[in-house]
T-cell receptor, first 114, second 111 residues
């Protein structure tokens, strides 16, 4: 059973470009969480999604950031018009349900904005 | 969710027990204590969780004080591969399990 997959693992963008980060949850998992880790800091929750629904986006910046988890395919975290401050590691995690004890994390996508 | 306080760093000799403390003095009755670790910028890994009873699994033991204001994660026989940042997280039951990671404790296991 493959773990959570994220791609790309490393992404370089210039200021003003768009970044698309993909997350494929573990098989059988319908709940996805996105976290951001700035350099030398702990992970910060961004958004929690179920298939086709955003459940909690309280940690998402109000502008330029969006997330989706369509019925088919991976979850996508989209950052429009990236700025240098968006440079960070973005992790996604999945679980079979909201009340499942463990979240399974992917390896992360490291975004560098030049 | 209650705030947690952990020492920023600890060392432990290989083969010895590593005891990682966590204070959560404002924890409420329906909040659980979770432990995750992050090895060298990889994705975090779940270790263990508990409400009020002590818990043990194949990775570690969790000791929660009777007043639930603090807890200790115990790695019984630390190995070099246990070098990581360990996060103690308090989570409210019934929540969407939004995890709030603090600064954690950098555990270094020394040969």
């Amino acid at each position: 059973n493959a773990g959570v997959m994220q791609n790309p693992r490393h992404l370089v963008r210039r200021r003003g470009q768009e970044a698309r980060l993909r997350c494929s949850p573990m098989k059988g998992h319908s709940h996805v969480y996105w976290y951001r880790q700035l350099p030398e800091e702990g992970l910060k929750f961004m958004v929690y999604l179920q298939k086709e629904n955003i459940i909690d986006e309280s940690g998402m910046p109000k502008e330029r950031f969006s997330a989706e988890f369509p019925k088919e395919g991976p979850s996508i975290l989209r950052i429009q018009q990236v700025v240098r401050g968006d440079s960070a590691a973005y992790f996604c995690a999945s679980s079979p349900g909201w009340d499942y004890n463990e979240q399974f994390f992917g390896p992360g996508t490291r975004l560098t904005v030049l | 969710d209650a705030k947690t306080t952990q020492p920023p760093s600890m060392d432990c000799a290989e083969g010895r027990a590593a005891n990682l403390p966590c204070n959560h003095s404002t924890i409420s009755g329906n909040e659980y204590v979770y432990w995750y670790r992050q090895i060298h910028s990889q994705g975090p890994q779940y270790i263990i969780h508990g409400l009020k009873n002590n818990e043990t699994n194949e990775m570690a033991s969790l000791i929660i004080t009777e007043d639930r204001k603090s807890s200790t994660l115990i790695l019984p026989h630390a190995t070099l591969r246990d070098t990581a940042v360990y996060y103690c997280i308090v989570v409210s039951s019934g929540s969407a399990r939004q995890l709030t990671f603090g600064s954690g404790t950098q555990l270094t296991v020394l040969p």
